[in-house]
């Protein structure tokens, strides 16, 4: 077991960077091919003056295919892969269970789906998805099964099967999937751990580094292998920000980055509050799926048409050459030997873009293409996010962080010509993200990994703060507002603010329902048919109100092990013995996938059966973890976190059961600040 | 409260890279004028002919007399600063009260102290120390407050007083210091959680890496400043590798890294053995303290010695230029223009000479050179380690493994010319150091950020994990021994294993001391003289049998609270009420410096009001953490680490207190493996 973990672990890293370098040059081919065709129209048109008719219609006909296509496998075939995957992903790792997460179908709408939204168009980034992507895939190597649809699923070799397990595999997958994509392996660590853990654990993060620094190394590779000089190892993640020539500055220039932080946090949270108001519109008008796919189609529409007006209207011309000889760019109505400043932007994907923002020299675009390049792409930007197909935010939120950057470092340098505008990108893209995300250390991390410079470390991770403060003053991050949107009961890292005079009794559910230690197999089947509870005291009899049973705890049985004792028919009629020999402990593993449980309807019992008596003690868990009923919830909170609790049992004095408290229960209190005001809210969390 | 934490977290970075840049730069000028020194009368000799004995003597004196000042101070001003203080920072940090450890004493011991010890000529580094250095600068500025001597003190400003938040500003400082160190924010950051944290707190981590971020640029601009250049940021830490030429390597170097890896674990394993036995001896046979300074000036003579020997005996000569311009070298019996291969090595603290090992080209220093260096140094290393000087263990061990490194290095350039003797150097440095110290994460995170290379983190990933395996195999890393052997009640990071199956009763102390909760005043005073907790649990009254009162639990009290309530005399006689106008919940706070707490001697009851009655209601705290006899120890301990307990109640079904759990009685059980077996034991722990 102690192998096979590591092996595993190996292999998520390869199998991570193996997807990641795939797409990766699957994506630069077709898209460099793509605007190649509309820069040769473009150009053509433009010279022999025709209409302009043609390249727009041809941009916007793939655009409008492949986006629908992509917008459909998503809809279709799992409409869990929509989105950057991250707030999923990082439920999950909290301990909420999300339906078809995980699943084949999942890996494949997300990876082909990023694939075309990127073509088709979309302002979104690949790096996102390639973290969900990255936990699909390990769990998959974890079971060594993938399940292709109900009751159907290809078996490779036996491995891991708790869900405890499979769950440190998708953090090494999701930390292997970041660190592929920026070339970051201890950015992509920390940022399993920060969104995720709960608490530190040496040996796990240890493993799920190891899997993060495989994948690194071999994304390095394959994409070192890819242009021709594999040993030379110089491509460490899909975007790396690329050296800058000069990252030194002056202690003073420090202000001028605060000030961009300040910019970063309330663009930010600007990007939540309108994605926010959009995720509901949708939410309650956009529901049937042809809608959705529409929708997606017509935002790649939008967003060729707009690039294309920007270009034709604004029309500013430069002769300087881009950073990358690899940059397309159309000549439009500009004399020879320069070209339209806007099409360098427009004519790639929008990584090449941030690429582009962040090293071109600093008289590549004017102020007017750049003013109207950030507002214009800050509303593609909050319109694409939430569209039902696969799509990352990292990528567009630099993007614009990096041009209004840009902007400010055209404004300083013309005040001190010996600076450089790159650095004044970096920050922006820095700040918009910090804005958006509100991550800190991993985000830190991730982006002086990007630039392998520590010596900017410091300016990047002061920007983060700021613009994280500022971004909190007015809304949640974007990830979590999307988590709280879905209503997710996933539990903050921090116990709620003001909550520290309520009380366990306030926050338990009660009353509980029980079951005695010898219990009448009919009760049982009624009790978890009418709740769903993943757990339920076991408790000697004293009153009994229905099925509410009070008295002295014996125990704990979880919901999974009733139905297996269910099904393996673990009983007999009063005063016998039941039969024991045909149930072992690993019954009680789940043998399932995730997603495909054994359920209550899977259970047939007679009703003779009905009547007969369940003992329960042999299987019980006989400690489970209970506190009084004055506890105070940010203690209880805390127990949760810091031990992944899933239920507390609260007890009286006489050791009596007087109610539970579930995750749910928790994470109805969530402290809100909203334009700089603090309050609590008690959300009704639905069943997801 | 917000505001204030921040500033001294970024106070904590400044002052840290102050005390580093400051060492740094005492040190070099002062060695660099020592060696100059040495270096002209062992030229000269050579030259004129002499015996030798002029330069052999003086380096021998100058040693004696600077490494036994360094003792001196250490062994008479404050013993706790000796060694590198990282166990003992480690242990603090883990909620282990160590007296003394965050005084000035120690602070002015371990700083001048291993200034004195790497003049005096002591194989050791100024890392380890750096973070205990850290620690308490962090705690001073924290609490606001110095201690001088018992009673005295200087006070700046009111700040934190509660133990833990003490301790975050610590973990912080610790961070900085090995942040400063090394140039490595991120690896000393993941230090400090590694070492020290039960559970990911971000919020938390985010400080500690922001002050280490602030360290790590402030000493790079300081060292920079310092070198003429202070925009340019060239230092990041007091020791980083420099930057290596060439660092690709083959995917077939791989199998001699790891090689490599094996021959690291195995030898620091063996370092670990006789570092032990030698502890052990100490403990029995050089307890008095004028023999623990007096060895120590034996050690630094012995250094002297064997190196003239070294030089003299080796004599091997090179004409290679090394490395780096400021290098002394010494001319010794070699012919114009070649210099002594030898004397690059020992005319330099070991930080120069590490750098040496690692960039000097490859004919730079023959095998037998290397050979008989390896030896030596490992020996030195050994007898160093545990002196009663302020010593660290880092730049010893990288050194040691840098030579052998760059001996097999060697072979391999014989083999297959194209490559570089440096990566070689790296990768035994590293594998030695993970031999040795056994830590992971942060040590990888640190290497990396050392070398600035991250397409080379993977091989020194791949070599730590192995040189931890297989040093695991034989023995517990360096400072885990240093915690054993001293007794500290450290609990690890995973529950021991073997203990699935011990049960919280089997651990737990009984019978428990227990209060009423209306108690004697006189009943309290002895219970407090008489054991040593600290914490009481409060129950009913059942059954007395002397101080052993079994009953409903009601509450938990702490001994800190007891010696407040005493001293502020919160009692009465019985059926009067207790005048409780003069207590406030500050006063609960502890208002004394680490070290200085109120203690039962201090405070004078009369006979009469022994007879009175202390009500505890209003004080106690009413929901301790409480599980029942049956909860299995493995259980119990990750409650204790992951929600920073220090004592768990044990009850039976009646609510009634059974035993109590603290951190000594988890510690006690420690499941060791030597020579590859395991074994459970049932340590005695002493009190520190």
């Given at each position: 077991m102690f192998i096979s973990r590591w092996v595993i672990m190996f292999a998520v890293g390869i199998g991570t960077a193996l997807l990641a370098a795939g797409v990766q040059i699957s994506v630069?081919?077709?898209?460099?091919?793509?605007?190649?065709?509309?820069?040769?129209?473009?150009?053509?048109?433009?010279?022999?003056?025709?209409?302009?008719?043609?390249?727009?219609?041809?941009?916007?006909?793939?655009?409008?295919?492949?986006?629908?296509?992509?917008?459909?496998?998503?809809?279709?075939?799992?409409?869990?892969?929509?989105?950057?995957?991250?707030?999923?992903?990082?439920?999950?790792?909290?301990?909420?269970?999300?339906?078809g997460l995980?699943?084949?179908?999942?890996?494949?709408?997300?990876?082909?789906?990023?694939?075309?939204?990127?073509?088709?168009?979309?302002?979104?980034?690949?790096?996102?998805?390639?973290?969900?992507?990255?936990?699909?895939?390990?769990?998959?190597?974890?079971?060594?099964?993938?399940?292709?649809?109900?009751?159907?699923?290809?078996?490779?070799?036996?491995?891991?099967?708790?869900?405890?397990?499979?769950?440190?595999?998708?953090?090494?997958?999701?930390?292997?999937?970041?660190?592929?994509?920026?070339?970051?392996p201890v950015g992509g660590t920390l940022f399993s751990v920060e969104e995720a853990a709960s608490f530190w654990n040496t040996e796990l993060v240890w493993k799920v580094f190891f899997s993060a620094m495989v994948a690194c190394f071999s994304t390095n590779f394959l994409l070192s292998a890819f242009e021709g000089h594999p040993t030379h190892l110089s491509s460490p993640g899909l975007v790396r920000f690329n050296t800058f020539q000069n990252l030194s500055f002056d202690l003073i220039e420090i202000l001028v980055f605060l000030v961009m932080a300040v910019i970063g946090g309330l663009a930010g949270a600007l990007f939540v509050v309108l994605n926010y108001k959009l995720t509901v519109f949708?939410?309650?008008?956009?529901?049937?799926?042809?809608?959705?796919?529409?929708?997606?189609?017509?935002?790649?529409?939008?967003?060729?048409?707009?690039?294309?007006?920007?270009?034709?209207?604004?029309?500013?011309?430069?002769?300087?050459?881009?950073?990358?000889?690899?940059a397309i760019t159309s000549q439009m109505f500009c004399k020879d030997k320069s070209h339209n400043s806007m099409s360098t932007l427009f004519l790639t994907t929008p990584e090449g873009c941030l690429k582009a923002l962040l090293h071109d020299p600093h008289d590549a675009y004017g102020v007017v293409s750049l003013t109207v390049f950030i507002i214009v792409f800050f509303l593609l930007g909050v319109w694409t996010y939430?569209?039902?197909?696969?799509?990352?935010?990292?990528?567009?939120?630099?993007?614009?962080?990096?041009?209004?950057?840009?902007?400010?470092?055209?404004?300083?340098?013309?005040?001190?010509?010996?600076?450089?505008?790159?650095?004044?990108a970096l920050i922006g893209a820095a700040s918009m993200l910090g804005g958006i995300l509100r991550t800190t250390i991993s985000l830190t991390v991730i982006i002086v990994e990007c630039t392998g410079d520590i010596s900017f470390g410091l300016p990047i991770m002061l920007t983060l703060m700021i613009s994280k403060w500022v971004g909190d003053f007015f809304t949640t991050g974007l990830y979590d507002m999307n988590i709280e949107v879905s209503g997710i009961p996933l539990l903050s890292s921090e116990p709620p603010i003001l909550c520290e005079h309520v009380k366990a009794s306030e926050v338990m559910s009660q009353p509980v329902l029980a079951l005695q230690t010898q219990e009448k197999v009919g009760t049982i089947i009624e009790i978890l048919d009418s709740e769903t509870y993943g757990g339920y005291p076991v408790v000697d009899v004293r009153k009994k109100d229905q099925h509410y049973v009070v008295g002295k705890l014996r125990g704990i049985i979880l919901k999974?092990?009733?139905?297996?004792?269910?099904?393996?028919?673990?009983?007999?009629?009063?005063?016998?013995?039941?039969?024991?020999?045909?149930?072992?402990?690993?019954?009680?593993?789940?043998?399932?996938?995730?997603?495909?449980?054994?359920?209550?309807?899977?259970?047939?019992?007679?009703?003779?059966?009905?009547?007969?008596?369940l003992d329960l003690k042999p299987y019980m868990n006989i400690s489970p973890y209970t506190v009084g009923p004055s506890f105070s919830m940010p203690r209880v909170f805390r127990l949760f976190r810091g031990l992944g609790l899933r239920h507390l049992i609260i007890i009286n004095d006489k050791f009596e059961v007087i109610g539970m408290v579930t995750r749910k229960d928790l994470a109805k209190f969530r402290s809100e600040s909203k334009r700089g005001m603090l309050k609590v809210e008690h959300l009704t969390i639905q069943d997801v």
């Open positions: 630069e081919i077709i898209a460099h091919e793509k605007f190649h065709l509309i820069q040769k129209f473009l150009d053509k048109c433009s010279v022999e003056g025709c209409t302009l008719f043609t390249p727009v219609i041809i941009w916007i006909a793939i655009n409008f295919f492949i986006s629908s296509l992509g917008a459909a496998l998503v809809t279709y075939v799992q409409p869990v892969a929509a989105g950057s995957g991250i707030p999923f992903i990082k439920s999950y790792l909290n301990g909420v269970r999300i339906p995980l699943t084949l179908q999942a890996f494949v709408a997300k990876t082909l789906g990023v694939i075309l939204s990127i073509l088709g168009g979309l302002a979104c980034g690949k790096e996102g998805p390639m973290a969900h992507s990255g936990g699909i895939m390990a769990a998959g190597l974890a079971k060594g099964r993938m399940r292709l649809r109900k009751n159907k699923e290809i078996k490779f070799y036996d491995a891991f099967r708790s869900d405890h397990e499979i769950r440190d595999f998708v953090a090494a997958g999701a930390a292997s999937g970041v660190s592929a994509a920026f070339g970051a949708r939410k309650n008008y956009i529901r049937k799926k042809w809608l959705k796919v529409l929708e997606s189609g017509i935002v790649s529409v939008a967003s060729a048409i707009i690039a294309f007006l920007l270009m034709y209207g604004v029309n500013e011309c430069t002769d300087v050459k881009p950073y990358s000889d690899h939430g569209l039902s197909v696969s799509s990352g935010v990292f990528i567009p939120s630099l993007a614009i962080g990096a041009a209004w950057g840009r902007l400010i470092g055209i404004g300083v340098v013309e005040l001190f010509p010996h600076h450089d505008v790159g650095k004044y999974n092990q009733l139905l297996v004792l269910l099904e393996k028919k673990i009983f007999a009629p009063e005063g016998l013995l039941p039969p024991t020999s045909n149930i072992q402990m690993k019954d009680f593993d789940n043998p399932y996938p995730i997603g495909q449980r054994l359920q209550l309807k899977d259970i047939t019992v007679t009703e003779e059966e009905k009547e007969y008596i």
